[in-house]
């Protein structure tokens, strides 16, 4: 079983508004990730949590923020976004960083 | 740094045809590598990785991949390509000393199957 589970699978905010998208592993995986997905392009690497803790921020603005609560669950808060941040956001996760990589369906996001 | 290219953007094939598609990579030893397949407004869904030993490995819905050190690359191949096959893949590398992930991907092949 390689499920990660997303949701909402779709999104629409104003650009004041403040959301959370959110994804849920029970495959016992260490690392989890969140990608960014413009139409026609391959995933961007936007952060790696490693055992709860962030490892790696791909230089993401600071109208992102991820959160980890455990070790099944993995947020990301949404503020103040632009239209250009629109796109398709995935989750994944992995054994451990540096694993196989599994992904969820994704949320489509629109900010408006 | 890694990369990874995929020469074709766009691929057109006919139902029952066979299929490669191309992956070249560029790393400094011998890298993990990963097919994945996304089908429109989907995730990415692992077709099949390559870590190590029998550079011809089997993955999921047929299809099969070749490691070949020499070229650097890593093909993807289906015998007969069915019309659910109609999607976009994408291949991966990722170092092999497990100091954290950095997937590198490439462009992206977009497969499309005339009946």
């Known amino acids: 079983d390689t499920e990660v589970t997303q949701t909402p699978k779709h999104l629409v905010m104003g650009m004041t508004n403040k959301k959370s998208l959110k994804c849920e592993q029970h495959?016992?995986?260490?690392?989890m990730y969140w990608y960014k997905q413009k139409a026609k392009k391959p995933p961007e690497l936007m952060f790696v949590?490693?055992?709860?803790?962030?490892?790696i921020n791909e230089s993401v603005p600071s109208r992102f923020s991820p959160e980890c609560p455990n070790s099944s669950l993995l947020n990301l808060h949404l503020h103040a976004l632009q239209p250009e941040d629109s796109a398709l956001y995935l989750c994944?996760?992995?054994?451990?960083?540096?694993?196989?990589?599994?992904f969820g369906e994704g949320s489509w996001l629109t900010v408006v | 740094a890694q990369s990874v290219t995929q020469p074709d953007i766009h691929i057109t094939v006919s139902e029952g045809a066979s299929l490669e598609l191309r992956c070249n990579y560029s790393?400094?030893?011998?890298?993990?590598l990963f097919w994945y397949v996304q089908s429109p407004g989907q995730g990415l869904q692992l077709l099949l990785k390559?870590?190590?030993?029998?550079?011809l490995v089997q993955g999921i819905k047929g299809f099969e991949a070749e490691f070949k050190r020499s070229q650097s690359s890593f093909n993807l191949r289906k015998p007969s390509v069915h019309w659910s096959d109609a999607a976009e893949y994408f291949c991966?590398?990722?170092?092999?000393?497990?100091?954290?992930?950095?997937?590198?991907f490439g462009g992206g092949t977009r497969l499309m199957v005339k009946p």
């Open positions: 949590y490693s055992y709860e803790k962030l490892s």
């Open positions: 390559y870590f190590s030993g029998d550079t």
């Open positions: 994944a996760s992995s054994q451990e960083a540096g694993n196989t990589i599994y």
């Open positions: 495959m016992g995986h260490r690392a």
């Open positions: 991966a590398v990722g170092p092999n000393n497990n100091a954290g992930n950095m997937l590198t």
């Open positions: 790393y400094g030893a011998t890298p993990y």
